[in-house]
C-alpha cells in the first residue's frame, strides 16, 4: 500500500494559459508562482504553504475538450474553511457565471462550476467531523439550502469567527 496523505496539487491542459490563471487568480485568490512564456503558469491558494496547488499548461486555441462521460478528470474539489465562505463564493461564482450547481452531500455542501474551458471544479465546505453521523444518514445527494446551511452552522452574529 501506497501511505498517500492528501493531494498536492492538480495540473490542466487549457487553451490559454494565462487567461486561466487570470479566472483562477480573480475567483480563487490563486497567486501566480512561476509562468513559462504564458505556456505554463504555476498558481498557489492564497496564503498557502505548498509550492503550487494548481499547474496550467496552454495546448493552444483550438485544443477539443473530451466529451463529458468520457475518461478522464472529472472535476477537482477546493474546500474552504467555514459555510460562510461557501456563500460567499456562491455570489462570486454566480457574478462569474461560473456556477453550474449546489448540492448537500451530508458530510459536505457544495458548489460546482467550470473555468473558461470548461474544466469542472467542486468548491465544498465540510461538516464538522461530530455531525458525519447525522450526515451519512440524510439519504444521498440533496439539493442545497445554503441559507438554511448558514443558519445552522455559521457563527453567530457578534461572536468570534
Known sequence: MIPVAKLNHAVLYVRDAEASAAFYGRLFGFEVVESIGGRAVFMRAGGGE??????L??????APRAPRGSTGLYHLAWEVPTI???ATAA???AAAGALGGASDHGVSKSLYGQDPDGNEFEIMWRVPRAAWGDAEEHGGI????????????GVPPGEPS
Not at 57 to 62: A, D, E, K, L, Y
Open 57 to 62: 499548461f496552454s495546448v493552444g486555441p483550438n
Open 50 to 55: 505548498n509550492h503550487h496547488d494548481l499547474g
Open 91 to 93: 455570489r462570486e461564482l
Open 84 to 86: 460562510e465562505d461557501l
Open 142 to 153: 440533496l439539493p442545497l439550502d445554503l441559507d438554511a446551511e448558514v443558519r445552522r452552522w
